[in-house]
């Protein structure tokens, strides 16, 4: 798939989710605790790249899957590039102060080619989806979650904004 087409693919998708500027948009749950959920700060800017985490779940009952966007944008005023297949690790933190996260590998170094990345011009944008399973999450309460997106290294001629790069945390509720 030529870069010009994963944008058609993705870009529409960017556009549904919460903007990637603005305040945090964090409310509390009727009959649920008095802790924030949704949004709990702003984007996280971190040149050259800005990582937005969303989901149109703020309130799950213990064992549904949690669904979340994470919007990865170039907030550089030159094009970068960008694998096709981000890495994007989700990490949550219980109630009671235990974290956890996704299990997905991370590699430090890749050697792709321009027909394995993405031409991301200044501004644009690509979405990815995950989803958590909260059937094994130990306790019932707000669960705060972030998204990393790691970037690594490329042997290849064409340089990759190396780094882990953090969203902003985004809280759900989780019932019985």
């Known amino acids: 798939m030529k870069p010009s087409d994963w944008r058609r693919r993705w870009i529409p998708m960017a ?3 919460i903007g990637l500027t603005g305040c945090a948009t964090t409310t ?3 009959g649920g605790p008095s802790a924030p959920v949704g949004r709990l700060e702003e984007t996280v ?6 990582v937005a985490l969303s989901s149109k779940q703020v309130r ?3 064992g549904e899957p ?3 966007e994470v919007v990865i944008q170039n907030v550089s005023p030159q094009t970068i590039w960008l694998p096709k297949e981000p890495t994007v690790v989700l990490v949550w933190t219980y109630p ?3 974290r956890d996260n996704t299990m997905t590998p991370m590699v430090s170094q890749v050697s792709l080619g321009r027909e394995a990345l993405l031409e991301l011009p200044p501004g644009e944008t690509v979405a990815r989806q995950v ?4 059937r094994y999450f130990p306790r019932l309460g707000v669960t705060k979650f972030q998204a990393i997106v790691q970037v690594p290294s490329n042997t290849v001629a064409i340089a990759l904004p190396t780094g882990r790069y953090n969203s ?5 509720f989780v019932t019985e």
């Open 45 to 50: 800017t971190n040149p050259p790249l800005a």
């Open 60 to 62: 799950v009952r213990r």
């Open 66 to 68: 949690i669904p979340f």
């Open 168 to 172: 902003n945390r985004f809280g759900v």
């Open 15 to 17: 556009a549904t989710c």
């Open 28 to 30: 509390t749950v009727p």
């Open 96 to 98: 009671t102060g235990q």
């Open 131 to 134: 989803i958590v399973s909260s």
